[in-house]
């Protein structure tokens, strides 16, 4: 559309010529890598962190938009070959803001090789995006059924994780700081699990967060702490260096004791935080599911980082 409208601006004073949109797009990409390289490298600016959270941020609010997927069929008409590999693209940003598959995927791996109960569900010949998620197990049998907490049933702590092969890539797990900057995401293969909100809470640990909001905390917490904090000592101050609350609007939608425990608006150091800060995010980045669907995976990955509000990561300073 953009294109469009520099060739009737162009008729409009008098010039000729139509506008090759593929160069037009490659070279609008090149010259974005370019300017991002130069801050990185040359002048070392840090787009990433959020420049009023500073080096200690309040928040890290974390949560998974399903919406951006990408088909598996998605770079196969060009190539072939282009099948579900742990082989990292060559994107134009890296893993700038969204973290490499392979990174994900060993935290994950390591999980599973402790907490899981029923190891013999797991075949280790096949490949990680193969491996049954943790929450798809329940003691020493797998149920269908979903994480309850009152009488609401939360999809984002549903003990299965299904596959959906239509798909390579089945969303996009973001954290957000409460200024909805988005310092880190991971993509993920299969359904939403909580090794995926771990690996966002280790995150947000490391960039010495104080509190940690997620839609179904209450379930979250006590999974950490009876289950990974057990088996992994290090992953201990992730709950007792660390409050987890639940987003202002998703509390209403829990039981009585869990608006009373893990209510921001009754946790002291909060502030008026509201934890849906990652909302706010995706309601930009909604507007790219269509499109980013139908991308070759190094270039869905580049996409989604110019697009992701980290400080306007290949524009201003």
């Given amino acids: 559309m953009y294109a469009h409208s520099l060739e009737e601006v162009s008729t409009e004073y008098g010039r000729n010529g139509p506008i090759n949109v593929t160069l037009f797009t490659t070279a609008e990409r090149e010259w974005e ?5 130069i801050d990185d490298q040359v002048l070392q600016r840090n787009k990433i962190d959020c420049p009023s959270c500073g080096k200690e941020p309040l928040v ?32 134009r940003f890296g893993n700038l803001v969204i973290k490499s598959d392979t ?16 190891r013999n569900y797991i075949s280790f010949e096949t490949t990680s995006f193969d491996m049954l998620d943790y929450d798809m197990i329940n003691h020493d049998f797998i149920t269908k059924k979903k994480q309850m907490c009152g009488g609401s049933a939360f999809k984002a702590a549903r003990e299965d994780s299904n596959e959906q092969k ?12 409460k200024h909805c900057i988005v310092p880190y995401a991971i993509n993920m293969f299969k359904g939403e699990s909580w090794t995926h909100t771990a690996f966002m809470h280790n995150e947000a640990m490391k960039s010495n967060a104080k509190f940690f909001c997620y839609d179904v905390v209450c379930q979250y917490w006590k999974w950490m702490k009876t289950k990974v904090a057990r088996h992994f000592p290090e992953y201990r101050n992730l709950t007792s260096e660390m409050t987890g609350i639940l987003p202002i609007m998703h509390k209403n939608a829990h039981q ?3 608006k009373i425990l893990w209510n921001p608006r009754w946790t002291t150091g909060i502030g008026l935080t509201g934890g849906e800060e990652h909302e706010q995010v995706f309601s930009k980045l909604y507007l790219y599911a269509y499109v980013l669907k139908h991308m070759a995976k190094h270039s869905k990955k580049g996409d989604q980082t110019r697009h992701s509000k980290t400080r306007e990561i290949v524009g201003n300073p």
Avoid: W
């Avoid at 990174?103 to 029923?118: A, G, L, T, W």
């Avoid at 239509?166 to 700081?177: A, P």
């Fill in 33 to 37: 890598t370019c300017r991002h390289n």
């Fill in 256 to 258: 009585l004791p869990c």
């Fill in 166 to 177: 239509k798909y390579d890539e089945t969303g996009l797990v973001v954290s957000s700081c």
């Fill in 103 to 118: 990174e994900v995927e060993n935290f994950r791996q390591r999980i599973y090789n402790k907490v899981s109960s029923v």
């Fill in 60 to 91: 890290r609010s974390s949560d998974a938009i399903v919406k951006l997927r990408r088909l598996s069929s998605a770079g196969k008409v060009h190539n072939p070959e282009n099948e579900r590999t742990m082989e990292q693209p060559q994107a």
